[in-house]
């Protein structure tokens, strides 16, 4: 099986830094684009950084210019750099990857990791 396990979040100041990473375990054949969304309380998940295998990002509006997202394909992880944060990125952040076992390609997901924004 595989498994998605994320660290790294927690309680920050706003204009504060935290790092997230989710490192994917298992019979894995090849990992194809990965990315983190969040969800924060009563509001719909959102998609926040995606990127392929290739290292091609692509970010929210909201984020663009403040998170980073890069991979590391030979530890089978990603991560996610967010600096200067608000208290509106505020929500519990789950990474996706796209994984390839055997034939085709199916999405797994971290088990979420929360991230606060506050003084």
């Known amino acids: 099986q595989v498994q998605l396990v994320e660290s790294g979040g927690g309680l920050v100041q706003p204009g504060g830094s935290l790092k997230l990473s989710c490192a994917a375990s298992g019979s894995i054949r090849s990992i194809g684009a990965m990315g983190w969304y969040r969800q924060a309380p009563e509001k719909q998940r959102e998609s926040v950084a995606t990127?392929?295998?290739?290292?091609?990002?692509t970010y929210a509006d909201s984020v663009k210019g403040r998170f980073t997202v890069s991979r590391d394909n030979a530890k089978n992880t990603v991560y996610l750099q967010m600096n200067s944060l608000k208290p509106e990125d505020t929500a519990v952040y789950y990474c996706?990857?796209?994984?390839?076992?055997?034939?085709?390609?199916?999405?797994?997901w971290g088990q979420g990791t929360q991230v606060t924004v506050s003084s």
């Open positions: 990127i392929t295998s290739g290292g091609s990002a």
């Open positions: 996706n990857a796209a994984i390839r076992r055997a034939f085709v390609f199916e999405d797994y």
